[in-house]
């Protein structure tokens, strides 16, 4: 027999048991999205490569290692897109949509990293990501934070950790680089390869080092926080006061620094300590300079992207997951006469009663082998028609999960019966 073809690795299918965890998360974000103002725009899954060298940086672990990078049929490169920001100004570029206006945003679906997989790490993962374009002060970086913190709140996920830094102005970061590369030209022997490579092409990214045995040369290093210019500094203290004032709790973490080379002053993420390494469920921050580094004129930019299946990882240990909807009703019909008139009913009932969810029979059978089908659906409750409910004018309601007898309800009464035990 021939092998089965299986998913490639990293990549997971999500099943029907999981998906109205999915459609649970995903429906809360976008009604706190839409209540705060933002519209969804959907762009392409590939773009040309050079989109991705130019704005996540090419010395990033994203552009150097882990993007699913191909030639077409024409000879162009394309890339599955690791990430959606880079997208987002592309075709905000393109469409007009950023130039002397306001602008927010958000977007969904599949990223594409070549990471080894792992729990909470995976090849082809999920992100729903927010942007606002055209907008300089703290405030909407503010309204930004404020929306994943009703978001938690709403999806009743609690014990996330907000960290916050500021990575100043790339003027500012420029002077701090160069007080960087001296301090960790005075600890060379403490640097890993892959640091020395760095020290070079992206000293700041020494500081997101996750080797255990360069802690001490990373903690006594100068932080940005400490060679602010005035106005990066007032932006960072506004915002931090703003979240005093919304009693958002927050961490300043000055080794904060992020993947992608694109930011500049507020950055931030969501961390939790159950999820293993791969904690950071939300991240983000501001890019003011992207527009303009992809052919724009000058647009301030923040935003941030939320990892799904991490937090349906989260969502699975808690409360919410148990309490979600499945199946209402099966509908078992015995005879002829039973199974015509009982599509019918089942067709009533969808008319008035809108959440309802019912499967009806299909392939008949006796008694049990239905009611095995009605068993297996997962379904609350059996409503039985057969001859006698027929000839009664009645449907018997059935419990399936835990105790209760079958009871009798006319048909004339039944969708309020119905809407009674399903509410
Ligand atoms: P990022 O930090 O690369 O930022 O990704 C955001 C989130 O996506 C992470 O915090 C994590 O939850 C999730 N994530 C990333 N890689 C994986 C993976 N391999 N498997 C599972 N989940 C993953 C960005 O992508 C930026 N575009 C965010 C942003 C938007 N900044 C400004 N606007």
Redesign the pocket.
């Known amino acids: 027999m021939a092998k089965n073809i299986q998913a490639i690795r990293g990549m997971k299918d999500i099943l029907p048991e999981q998906t109205p965890l999915w459609q649970f998360l995903e429906d809360t974000v976008r009604s706190v999205l839409s209540r705060y103002g933002y519209g969804e725009i959907r762009m392409p899954i590939v773009e040309l490569t050079e989109l991705f060298k130019r704005s996540i940086g090419e010395v990033t672990d994203i552009v150097e290692k882990e993007m699913y990078t191909f030639d077409d049929r024409n000879g162009d490169s394309l890339t599955l897109r690791p990430?959606?920001?880079a997208g987002c100004v592309r075709a905000g570029l393109e469409h007009g949509l950023l130039f002397n206006q306001v602008q927010r945003l958000w977007y969904r679906g599949p990223m594409f990293?070549h990471?080894r997989p792992q729990k909470?790490?995976?090849r082809q993962?999920h992100?729903i990501?927010v942007?606002s374009f055209g907008l300089e002060g703290p405030d909407v970086d503010l309204e930004q934070i404020l929306i994943t913190h009703r978001i938690w709140r709403e999806l009743g996920l609690d014990g996330l950790e907000l960290q916050l830094n500021t990575l100043g102005t790339a003027e500012e970061r420029t002077a701090y680089k160069v007080l960087l590369v001296d301090y960790f030209r005075s600890r060379i022997d403490e640097l890993d390869a892959d640091s020395r490579r760095r020290l070079e092409s992206n000293p700041l990214r020494i500081l997101d080092t996750k080797n255990p045995d360069m802690a001490a040369v990373v903690s006594d290093a100068p932080t940005l926080m400490d060679h602010l210019g005035d106005a990066s500094r007032a932006h960072f203290e506004t915002l931090c006061a703003g979240l005093d004032a919304a009693g958002v709790a927050y961490v300043i973490n000055p080794r904060l620094v992020?993947?992608?080379d694109y930011y500049a002053r507020t950055v931030f993420?969501w961390v939790t300590t159950r999820l293993g390494a791969q904690g950071?469920?939300?991240?983000?921050?501001r890019?003011d300079g992207l527009v303009k580094q992809l052919g724009g004129r000058p647009t301030p930019a923040v935003?941030?992207?939320?990892?799904l299946?991490?937090l349906i990882a989260l969502l699975e240990e808690g409360e919410t997951a148990k309490r979600l909807p499945s199946v209402d009703l099966y509908l078992v019909m015995m005879g002829e006469t039973a199974q015509r008139e009982g599509v019918q009913l089942a067709e009533r009932l969808r008319d008035e009663l809108p959440d309802l969810r019912l499967i009806v029979n299909c392939g008949g059978g006796g008694f049990k082998s239905q009611f095995k089908k009605a068993d297996k659906s997962n379904a609350r409750y059996a409503l039985i028609f057969g001859d006698d409910e027929l000839a009664n004018g009645e449907v018997g309601i059935k419990p399936l999960r835990g105790e209760g007898e079958q009871q009798q309800v006319k048909l004339s009464e039944l969708a309020g019966i119905i809407a009674g035990l399903t509410a």
């Open positions: 990430e959606g920001t990293r990471e909470g790490r995976y993962f992100q990501g942007e992020r993947g992608l993420e950071t469920v939300c991240a983000g921050g890019y935003g941030f992207a939320m990892g299946e991490r």
